[in-house]
């Protein structure tokens, strides 16, 4: 059974960085090569958005929100995938998810919490 497992969040004051990762389990390396996968962020009392997505050959696209700020990228051989999150804004406070794209809703994770306050 595929787990994803996000972490890396944490508080961080505004203008600060953190990266996130999101760890694939229970899949082969071949199989997640081929996966487009993407972050998506909840915050309170919104839907969940998706904010970066990686397609199996690199190919990137963002959130205009957090254009320039948001890097994703993944390591094929790790079966991971991370999130570069640079100049954050208390208006990223959020849950931070990976998942497959599109969704496959028995694959969300607990998430990582991130939190930008002074």
């Known amino acids: 059974q595929v787990q994803l497992v996000e972490s890396g969040g944490g508080l961080v004051q505004p203008g600060g960085s953190l990266r996130l990762s999101c760890a694939a389990a229970g899949i082969t390396r071949i199989m997640f090569s081929i996966w487009t996968m993407g972050w998506y962020r909840q915050a309170p009392g919104k839907q969940r958005e998706l904010v970066a997505q990686?397609?199996?050959?690199?190919?990137?696209n963002y959130a205009d929100s957090v254009k320039g700020r948001f890097t994703i990228s993944r390591d094929n051989t790790e079966n991971t995938v991370y999130l570069q999150m640079n100049s954050l804004k208390p208006e990223d406070t959020a849950v931070y998810y990976c998942?497959?794209?599109?969704?496959?809703?028995?694959?969300w994770g607990q998430g990582t919490q991130v939190t930008v306050s002074s």
């Open positions: 998942n497959h794209i599109p969704v496959l809703q028995n694959y």
């Open positions: 990686i397609t199996r050959g690199g190919s990137t």
